[in-house]
């Protein structure tokens, strides 16, 4: 009787700068599981990796992906297209030694495929793969909606990429890299629990977080870190006299969570620090208003709701495109800043306008999470499974 074939060995890349990165890694190894595909995922932070060239923790005893949380917390984001050119300038000081510790990792490791859901490093990555394991595929899985080049996701080397948009397809092919290695997926990666039928009762659990069961409900959310900003937005829809309320979450930040909690409210308020039932609470809402954040965009209309984002100067760069998608896809509004939310939500709340909106965020089918498990496999070498649709990679179309 032959033995079955040894499980394929995968390393997933990802730092905790955002949150978005690990959830991403979380969410594709929770799919590969469920799949029952014969892998072993093993995540791999790269920030614990390099901490010995951490400049930033150097100087300021702060990891840099700590500094960059500290920074979406305070919403001290202005100038980050700066910050970023100075963060490359670093990392391409600093290359060398970067790679020859990643080849430390491949020497231990011996992965079948590596999978890189961060920015940044990826040529690091590739080329201390190419040192030791010269064999071994790479791909790239873009969180974000679109690249932010020079240097952000995309690189001109021989590796695949995963590309949740049009745009990001058209980058890719920019970039030099081959067409039959450019993989299209519907959209972002999101937590599987996204897709999972609701199965509460919406006006008897509005009722039980002390929301009226009828009213249009706006959830403000800002990402894992939280913000300052969503207490200014919560005060100006609090006071607009919009028939309103509203689901706060505030993510790590306590202090806000506290403020908010311990605040006066005329129009039912619900206030959540961070929480893993993001998806629940979106069930119980209308709308979004946050940042143009990949994550929380492609949560909102997983759970077909429209949304309202700012985008300005303090946008962080490698989310602006993602306003500019927003509004060709008509899933929502797109505002310079909030200062006025209060006529902003009431002109977005008319019913013509409003029902547009949400048919268009109804229309958006995005299934990444379950089609980039094929995507891997195929980069192996695979065959596809035979559940598995054909024709997501962009040489086929």
Excluded at 8 to 21: E, L, Q, V, Y
Excluded at 47 to 61: A, H, W, Y
Excluded at 306 to 325: G, K
Excluded at 331 to 342: L, S
């Amino acid at each position: 009787m032959s033995q079955p074939a040894p499980a394929r060995k995968i390393d997933f890349f990802f730092f905790d700068a955002g949150g978005g990165h690990r959830s991403a890694a979380n969410a594709l190894r929770e799919v590969i599981a469920r799949q029952d595909r014969p892998w072993e995922i093993r995540l791999v932070n790269l920030q614990e990796m390099l901490d010995q060239l951490d400049v930033f923790r150097k100087i300021t005893g702060l990891r840099l992906e700590d500094v960059y949380n500290q920074m979406l917390k305070k919403g001290w984001t202005l100038g980050s297209p700066q910050l970023t050119r100075g963060m490359h300038l670093v990392i391409r000081l600093y290359h060398s030694k970067q790679v020859r510790l990643i080849e430390e990792h491949w020497k231990r490791s011996r992965p079948d495929l590596v999978v890189s859901l961060i920015p940044n490093f990826n040529r690091a990555i590739f080329e201390s793969l190419r040192n030791v394991m010269p064999g071994t595929p790479m791909v790239t899985v873009l969180t974000d909606l679109a690249d932010y080049p020079p240097h952000f996701w995309l690189e001109p080397q021989d590796q695949y990429v995963v590309c949740g948009t049009e745009k990001a397809v058209e980058q890719a092919h920019s970039m030099g890299i081959r067409p039959e290695k450019i993989f299209r997926a519907s959209g972002m990666i999101l937590n599987p629990h996204f897709y999972e039928p609701a199965a509460l009762d919406r006006a008897a659990e509005r009722v039980r977080l002390g929301l009226d069961p009828c009213r249009t409900t706006a959830i403000v959310l800002f990402g894992g870190q939280g913000s300052g900003v969503i207490e200014k937005i919560a005060r100006k829809l609090d006071s607009s006299g919009l028939n309103l309320q509203l689901i706060l979450i505030c993510g790590r930040n306590a202090r806000l969570t506290e403020r908010l909690r311990t605040a006066r409210w005329r129009i039912p308020v619900h206030i959540e620090g961070f929480t893993k039932e993001v998806p629940r609470f979106m069930q119980l809402a209308d709308f979004l208003i946050g940042k143009p954040g990949p994550g929380s965009v492609s949560e909102a209309l997983a759970m077909k709701l429209p949304v309202i984002v700012e985008s300005n100067a303090w946008t962080l760069p490698q989310e602006r495109y993602n306003a500019v998608w927003i509004r060709e896809t008509g899933v929502g509004e797109v505002v310079r800043n909030f200062k006025r939310i209060d006529v902003v939500v009431r002109e977005f709340l008319e019913p013509e306008r409003f029902e547009r909106h949400r048919a268009h965020a109804a229309h958006i089918e995005n299934r990444a999470v379950f089609e980039i498990p094929e995507f891997l496999a195929r980069a192996m070498g695979d065959p596809p499974a035979p559940d598995q649709a054909a024709g997501n990679d962009i040489s086929s179309t």
